[in-house]
Every structure is written in C-alpha cells, then in structure tokens.
C-alpha cells in the first residue's frame, strides 16, 4: 500500500524558515516523481514544486526562490525547505506522488504550516 | 498559464440522480492532460480520472470523464451518499499545473 507520510509543519514567524518532510513507503521511491500541493481556503489547491526521479525540479514563479524540493532516495524521503515564510504561506501542505504522467495519483494526509506572529 | 474555471459552484441533488460537472480551461490543455479529485472533509484530495477519461484504480465505474480541448466534465451516472464531496479539476498539461476552484456536491 502506497503511504506518504508528512511532517515536520507547524507554527512559524514572518520571515522564518521551515522544513518539511514527507516519508514514503509501498512504492519504488526512487522511481517516482514527487511534489507538494498545498490548499488553502481562500485559494483553493497550489501547486507548490516537484522533483522527478531523475532529480530535476520544477516551481511555479510565484515559488521560485523561495523553496527548494529535495529528496534522499537511501531514506525514500522527500523534503521542502521554504524560507521568508509569510502569512499567505499558512496551509495546509501536501506531499503527492505523480502517476505516469503528472498528474497526483497518491497524497499524504497533509501537514498544517502556519505563518503567524 | 492556463485558469480552469468549474460549474456550478454548488450543485444540490438527491441519492440516485446524475451528477454533471464542468472544467473549462482558458486555453487548450495539452494531450487532454486533465484529472478530476475528490475531495472529503478533513481528508486529502482522491484521484478519480486522468487524461480526462481514464479512472483511477479503483474507482467505481459509475464515475466517468469526457472532453478535449477547453471543455471537460465529470459525470457521476448514479449518485450514493458517498459521493457528496468536493471536486476539483486539476490540468498538468502546460506548466505550471493548476486547479479548478471545486464543485461542491451537495444532498439536496
């Protein structure tokens, strides 16, 4: 059974930085293309950055810069690092496992990050 | 970078009906690159349909996609008390990928 397993969220000031991670098992992890979606009520779902199995990744311009999506294939983990976090950055995140194409055929559970003073 | 808009927002209906639901995108998406999830609450999004047609492991058949282009839809053949959820059409054709903003499905 495919799981992703997230955390490592929390509650963060303006400005901070914060990782997370997503532990995957049931699958051949280093086969896979991964990525983070979060969703927040007043934007719905966000694409937020994705990795392939070959390594290279992939952000939106609205998140370049910002974050950077890693993955270590000896512990089948995947990691987001996000810095000069602000309020608009509060969601819940998701960690997400492409099918054949890249479209999300598995998610995590989700991991709330909260960006707050 | 393609917008997808759903309809209608809320749609109210009863046990055993046909459930209709839009995706229209504000440009071609590419190959019929197009997924539809589900969504319940507290719950993360489910994989229902990709490549606009094509379900997911899984998924009941009384699920099912349609469309090409601009214009795709989710249809719902008979609808049980599971099925009244959120729904959102999601397009990975032409990066960056995006979503619709959901349908909600609603017991009338």
């Known amino acids: 059974e495919v799981q992703l397993l997230e955390s490592g969220g929390g509650l963060v000031q303006p400005g901070g930085s914060l990782r997370f991670s997503c532990e995957a098992s049931?699958?051949?992890?280093?086969?896979?293309?991964l990525g983070w979606v979060r969703q927040t009520p007043a934007k719905g779902l966000e694409w937020v950055s994705a990795?392939?199995?070959?390594?290279?990744?992939h952000y939106p311009d609205s998140m370049r810069g910002r974050v950077t999506i890693s993955r270590d294939n000896s512990k089948n983990i995947l990691y987001l690092q996000m810095n000069s976090l602000r309020a608009e950055d509060t969601a819940v995140y998701y960690c997400?496992?492409?099918?054949?194409?890249?479209?999300?055929?598995?998610w995590g559970q989700g991991i709330l990050v909260t960006v707050s003073s | 970078e393609i917008v997808l808009t759903q309809s209608p927002g809320t749609l109210s209906l009863s046990p055993g009906e046909r459930a209709t639901l839009s995706c229209r995108a504000s440009?071609?998406?590419?190959?019929?690159?197009l997924a539809w999830y589900q969504q319940k609450p507290g719950q993360a999004p489910r994989l229902l349909i990709y490549?606009?047609?094509s379900r997911a492991t899984g998924i009941p058949d009384r699920f099912s996609g349609s469309g090409s282009g601009t214009d795709f839809t989710l249809t719902i053949s008979r609808l049980e008390p599971e099925d009244f959820a959120l729904y959102y059409c999601?397009?990975?054709?032409?990066?960056?990928?995006?979503f619709g903003q959901g349908t909600k499905l609603e017991i009338k």
């Open positions: 997400t496992r492409e099918g054949p194409s890249p479209f999300f055929d598995y």
């Open positions: 049931g699958f051949t992890f280093n086969t896979y293309a």
């Open positions: 990795i392939g199995a070959d390594g290279n990744t």
């Open positions: 440009q071609s998406v590419r190959n019929s690159f």
């Open positions: 490549g606009a047609s």
């Open positions: 999601h397009q990975y054709g032409s990066p960056p990928h995006a």
